[in-house]
């Protein structure tokens, strides 16, 4: 997803509607900017911290569960290919196929909740990091893939755009 130029005008549209409604929860733009903007800046990755939360300087995330280095590398590895398979799933004889199976079953059940310092400023919202379709389809959610993996130019660009009118 974070490849927005490829997307046909629908996905666009869909992209930027669901990113505006989880940036107004939040505060608005400028809010979720520099929420993004403090991800990419911490090390080790957020996503692996012990205590399942991230705080930064308008709010914080919190998760139900603690997600290693080596599920957290691999998740980085094949979200890049799920634009070109449209799954995240490989074929079932595919050598990492069982490794891939494992990081969903880890990750889907997994809600994260990202809420503003100030009650004022918005309810907030949560995500799942995976959307499971069926059985041989995972999707990685869009939301999800904007907060911790996209650039912030992208989701700039994202939040920036105007849909085509009918």
């Avoid at 300087?57 to 590895?77: E, M, P, R």
Wanted: aromatic share 10%; glycine share 4%; charged share 25%.
């Amino acid at each position: 997803m974070c490849d927005f130029n490829h997307l046909d005008d629908a996905a666009k549209t869909d992209y930027h509607h669901q990113l505006i409604a989880c940036a107004t929860a939040l505060g608005g733009k400028n809010f979720f900017l520099h929420m993004l903007e403090a991800i990419r800046r911490t090390k080790p990755h957020p996503l692996m911290a012990k205590q399942c939360a991230f705080h930064f300087s308008h709010g914080s995330i919190v998760w139900d569960k603690v997600i290693f280095q080596d599920k957290l590398t691999l998740l980085s590895n094949i979200r890049i290919h799920e634009a070109k398979q449209k799954n995240l799933l490989p074929k079932q004889n595919h050598q990492s196929y069982k490794k891939i199976r494992n990081l969903v079953r880890t990750l889907h059940p997994i809600t994260f909740h990202v809420t503003p310092k100030q009650r004022k400023d918005g309810e907030g919202f949560h995500m799942k990091a995976l959307d499971v379709l069926d059985e041989q389809t995972t999707r990685l959610n869009p939301v999800f893939d904007a907060v911790f993996f996209c650039s912030v130019d992208t989701v700039k660009k994202i939040l920036a755009y105007e849909p085509r009118q009918s």
